[in-house]
Nanobody, 116 residues
Framework: QVQLVESGGGLVQAGGSLRLSCTAS????????MGWYRQTPGKQRELVAG???????NYADSVRGRFTISRDNAKNTVYLQMNSLKPEDTAVYYC??????????WGQGTQVTVSS
């Protein structure tokens, strides 16, 4: 069992920056995938950014060039640096970690609100 604890959400003005952190209770080195989704009321959860096996990264088109995902294996932590934030980035952001398609862990979610 892996527990994920997120931090770093909050309220920011449009154009501002936030950094989210997700710390796992165990090693993330062997995770097949790890990253961030987000969800707004009435919509499906969508992938924001993630690492796949081999440390390749994926980004949603809407955040590419503004958000950067990184990891510190020694700290079992994944980060999401969010720059040039827009009101449409407002959502609950969820960290995930996956050892495979049938073993996926989720954090509790952290609210990000971007005011115009």
């Amino acid at each position: 069992q892996v527990q994920l604890v997120e931090s770093g959400g909050g309220l920011v003005q449009a154009g501002g920056s936030l950094r989210l952190s997700c710390t796992a209770s165990g090693s993330i080195f062997s995770m097949a995938g790890m990253g961030w989704y987000r969800q707004t009321p009435g919509k499906q959860r969508e992938l924001v950014a993630g690492f796949t096996s081999g440390s390749r990264t994926n980004y949603a088109d809407s955040v590419r060039g503004r958000f950067t995902i990184s990891r510190d294996n020694a700290k079992n932590t994944v980060y999401l640096q969010m720059n040039s934030l827009k009101p449409e980035d407002t959502a609950v952001y969820y960290c995930y970690a996956a050892r495979g398609p049938r073993e996926v862990y989720w954090g509790q979610g952290t609210q990000v609100t971007v005011s115009s």
